[in-house]
């Protein structure tokens, strides 16, 4: 859909992701299994306290993944009222000979940019950032782009989008002063805890460990150190097979967590009060 | 529909199509159980044919043409493949209108 709607450099997909009404999610998913499609195993950052955004499935008779999402990360407001958002003003793009329902201009501007703007570390998504602002500066009018800042608030994403509105030189929408607004700013800390997960791998896990109860906390450190065997053997592919390899990779891993826990825990010093 | 013309081969309009020149990936929108058809080589050229106008005899004679050979050296490989697309409901067989 980006490659049609010209804003990222075209590029093939791996996976398709797709949004789904959240009141259909779990039908969405058991549809999908009925046919063949299957979860599988992806990256170990599954932690209690941010919920999955979304399920990554398999086929075996496709040769790409389909990830469902209940919200996209950045998207602070409730999943219904994204979706809505999304919806209510959707457009097509012409796929296979059919035309297919997605975001218009506007909704995968803001889709993609906290796409781009949740990585920051990472190489490729700092360039697709670029080039969506320079194409989206390019091609918007001063009245699109204000719609552009209103659509993002309404998601939720009036700060978590903040840097790409900025440079599109938009006025930032009024910050939201009801109740919900202490949700938002605690919504609004994850975000960034993400963010920089990638400069601080243990970051998350660290965050885990702090917000669980004490009696919790030993085994929660126990699994943040090892890790399950699947979630090590993903980390860690070329680990022997067996105990004995087991046993390798996790002392492994142990070197290479524990030298990055201090500047982690800096950062969680610096940008988390006690909670 | 006239003696020289017969019923016409149409692409079903519950199909998504990918792919261009050898290689053309098909899907029945409403049997996503089954997976997705890949032709390639003389099948894609066979449904790239396939254009809502030309009947059987005129899609051996189309293919026969594109390379060099002879309607008859073709027709009964066409014939089943064509058969085998109508069975699996992608592609429609359907009498012109004519006038």
Known sequence: VLNAQLLRVPRGSQDVDVLVDPTGFDAMIDELSAIGWYPYFQAPTAMQWMPAHAVSLKHAAWPCALDVHRFFPGCLAPPQQVFDELWVRRSSVRLGGRDVPCPDVAGSAVVAGLHGLRA???????????????????????????????????????????????????????????????????????????????????????????????????????????????????TTPDMPAGRWGLARGRLKRIRRVLPQIPGAALYLAKNRGAR | VTAEHGPVYRLSKDVAVVGEGDRIVVLDLTRLDRPPMALEGTAARIWQAIDGERDQEQVIAHLAGAYGTTSEQIAGDVRIFLGQLVDLSLVDLTLLELG
């Open chain 1, 120 to 234: 920051p570390d990472s190489w490729r998504e700092k360039a697709e950032l670029v080039y969506l602002t320079s194409e989206l500066g390019r091609r918007l009018d001063e009245a699109e782009r204000a719609d552009l800042a209103a659509l993002a608030s309404r998601m939720g994403a009036r700060d978590t989008l903040g840097p790409m509105l900025e440079a599109l030189g938009v006025a930032p929408e009024p910050a939201s002063t009801g109740p919900e607004a202490q949700g938002s700013a605690d919504a609004l800390a994850d975000w960034h805890l993400r963010r920089a997960s990638g400069r601080y791998p243990t970051l998350m896990r660290l965050e885990e460990v702090r917000r669980t109860s004490w009696r919790r906390v030993p085994g929660v450190l126990w699994h943040a150190l090892l890790l399950t065997e699947d979630e090590i053997r993903y």
